[in-house]
């Protein structure tokens, strides 16, 4: 079974920068698709980057421009490097692996996720 564990919260200050990482454990070969997202209060998770198998990459919300999404050849790992952080951007990030022929934003297809990683961004 596919396992996500998310690191590389915490607490930054607006304008500084922090890398997360997603460790993917277990078969992973089928899950095409590979995301971070974000979850406030209140809110539905929404996406912030999607990355493919043959790294295809999509950004979406305010953090675009200002975070960047990759992965290992193996895909062991998926990284989110945040930059310029501003006090929005605050909230539990999770990672979610998926399948389809393209990847999206839909939440259905994603089948694997991980238990989130806090990210506070203070003023």
């Known amino acids: 079974q596919v396992q996500l564990v998310e690191s590389g919260g915490g607490s930054v200050q607006a304008g500084g ?12 070969s089928s899950r095409n698709c590979m995301g971070w997202f974000r979850q406030v209060p209140g809110q539905e998770r929404q996406g912030v ?8 990459r999509i950004y979406s919300g305010p ?6 999404i990759s992965q290992d050849n193996a ?6 490097e945040m930059e310029r952080l501003k006090v929005d951007d605050s909230g539990m990030y999770y990672c979610a692996a998926g399948r389809g022929r393209t990847c ?10 991980g238990q989130g990683t806090q990210v506070t961004v203070s003023s």
Do not use: E, K, P, Q
């Open 63 to 68: 953090l675009t421009g200002r975070v960047t």
């Open 104 to 113: 999206t934003w839909h939440l259905t297809m994603y089948d694997t996720w």
């Open 17 to 28: 920068s922090l890398t997360l990482s997603c460790a993917i454990s277990g078969d992973s």
């Open 49 to 56: 980057a999607l990355i493919s198998h043959d790294n295809t």
């Open 75 to 80: 895909r062991s790992v998926i990284n989110l």
